[in-house]
């Protein structure tokens, strides 16, 4: 079973004036993987609580993916991206670059996201956007791709097989 944190940043929902429909719908996500939430907090916009609510998750060890939502747009408070990339061992363009692309023929401003994804330690993150449905769309194109990536990580898998490969 993987470990999933779930951590959204919104200014609003942090004062308790905003619902957090965005991390319902990651949560719906994660229960249908059969995996499980251990960690969820709603933070404001503000890149060093961001930056050390992540850090902290991964490395404790608990955590084995960080699902952000929410501060990956334009507006001068969107600083998500700001706050993941420096912490990250490694990055995975890969994600966010196909979350950009899926999503596009559904919602043309999912190009405006600047969402990264990348590993911490043996902890998976990935930005996603702020709203329910963007959340659901990008959840359809990495929930393939996650239990893989856990599997890669933490030395479970360590070369691909034969038919995961097309010719």
Same mark, same amino acid.
């Given at each position: 079973?993987?470990?999933? &944190? ?5 200014? !609003? =929902? ?20 059969? &995996? ?34 929410? =501060? ?21 363009? =890969? ?10 023929? !559904? ?13 911490? !330690? ?11 449905? &963007? ?25 691909? !097989? ?6």
């Amino acid at each position: 079973m993987i470990n999933f &944190g779930i951590l959204t940043i919104s200014d !609003k =929902g942090s004062r308790g004036e905003r619902y957090d429909g965005s991390g319902a719908a990651i949560q719906d996500r994660v229960a249908l993987m059969d &995996g499980r939430v251990i960690r969820y907090d709603i933070v404001p916009d503000e890149v060093d609580i961001i930056r050390n609510r992540l850090i902290e998750w991964a490395d404790a060890g608990e955590v084995d993916v960080i699902l952000t939502t929410g =501060g990956t747009g334009l507006g001068p408070r969107d600083v998500t991206p700001e706050a993941t990339a420096p912490i990250l061992d490694k990055l995975l363009p =890969g994600i966010a670059e196909a979350m950009r692309i899926e999503t596009f023929g !559904k919602t043309p401003s999912s190009i405006l996201s600047r969402a990264v994804a990348g590993v911490r !330690k043996k902890c998976l993150i990935v930005n996603m956007p702020g709203s329910p449905n &963007g959340v659901r769309e990008c959840m359809e194109v990495i929930v393939p791709a996650i239990t893989h990536a856990y599997e890669m990580i933490t030395g479970i898998v360590t070369e691909h !097989k034969p038919e995961n490969h097309k010719v």
